[in-house]
């Protein structure tokens, strides 16, 4: 075991890439250690490995309670305890509204939905034990506004993490856990990139205010900000990072 100050030891959920590897990167630099999973764990593990800083990788389904509770056993018998829980893993998905299926429904809401429930309720409970903690729930743009380019189950999903997220805020505010989404519009990702076909894409940018897609980096330091041990009035929020697509 390397002991840890529990405050600087973070998990992050769907770290293989994309956003969440950039979150990890972030976490290190401020100077957390971080527990990088994955429901795919070669790649948790290979993304890992890429990090410069104290990474550790570990399979993870969001959608099984149990593999939480030995996530928070594994950093917890590998720093000492945990004091920050990012929940970004996610299926993105297109479907047009008319051709989403019962299974691909309830799918996509299990991973967003219930993935982000299940990691604020085991950490949650754990972190007010200890009386200190940072969550973070990725929401996204289409969880504001119903969703341009994304399916109807994922922009309902995202729309009910903005209802978890204030739930867990008042529920735990008094033990020292705060409880905060980052809503972004679309970033510049390959997930983003794969989803939509160049003529697609293109049309999107132009839709966008400021002219260009989200900074993952960008949206990953304010994770970073929000989760500092001095981040304590910062919770029960929703930060919008859309380019300007939606004003409130
Ligand atoms: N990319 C964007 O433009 C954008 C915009 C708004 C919000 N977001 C949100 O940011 C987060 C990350 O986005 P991204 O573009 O990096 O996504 P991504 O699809 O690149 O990565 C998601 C990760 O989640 C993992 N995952 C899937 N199912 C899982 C499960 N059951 N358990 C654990 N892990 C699982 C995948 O293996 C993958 O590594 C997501 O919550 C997404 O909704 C992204």
Redesign the pocket.
Known sequence: MSKRDPRRVAIV????????LAITRALISGGCAVLL????GD?AAKAAASVEGECKATE????RKPEFEKVLELACSHWGGAGILVN?????KTTPIFDISGDEFDHVV???LK?TFLGCQVLGRYFADQRYGRIIN?????GQNGGAATGAH?AAA?GGILTLTKVFARELASAGVTVNAI?????D????RNLLPPDKLASVVQSIPVGT??D?GFVARLIELLTSPDAVSATGATYDLNGGLYLR
């Open positions: 959920t769907g770290g293989a890439g994309g956003l969440g999973t994955d429901i795919d790649a993870l389904d969001v959608t970004n893993a996610a299926l993105t299990a991973i967003a993935g990725m929401a996204s743009l289409a994922y995202k809503s972004p519009g679309p970033l990702l390959d997930s983003v897609l989200g993952a």
